[in-house]
């Protein structure tokens, strides 16, 4: 069994910063593409950026030069570090891993930005 559990959220002012992590564990074998998505009150879920195994990274156009996904293959972690945060990035984050051919998500992380 894998798990996929994130960590890290909480409520931040409006441009503080926030660093998620998102650890997977049980079985694994290998971890290909790992990614963070977010779905805010009454939208839909969208993706806020992906990094494969070879570190190759892509964002959402709305966080691209604030946000930065980073990973430790070691430690089987995806890390989102979130900078200059605004309400509208006010939602659950959820990672998503790619793990032995298969995708696991966790049970998401609250992220709200608010004074």
């Known amino acids: 069994q894998v798990q996929l559990v994130e960590s890290g959220g909480g409520l931040v002012q409006p441009g503080g910063s926030l660093r998620l992590s998102c650890v997977a564990s049980?079985?694994?074998?290998?971890?290909?593409?790992m990614g963070w998505y977010r779905q805010a009150p009454g939208k839909e879920l969208e993706l806020v950026a992906t990094?494969?195994?070879?570190?190759?990274?892509n964002y959402a156009d709305s966080v691209k030069d604030r946000f930065t996904i980073s990973r430790d293959n070691a430690k089987n972690t995806v890390y989102l570090q979130m900078n200059s945060l605004t309400p509208e990035d006010t939602a659950v984050y959820y990672c998503?891993?790619?793990?032995?051919?298969?995708?696991?998500w966790g049970q998401g992380t609250q992220v709200t930005v608010s004074s």
């Open positions: 990094i494969t195994n070879l570190h190759r990274t």
């Open positions: 998503k891993g790619q793990v032995n051919i298969h995708e696991y």
């Open positions: 049980g079985s694994i074998f290998s971890i290909n593409a």
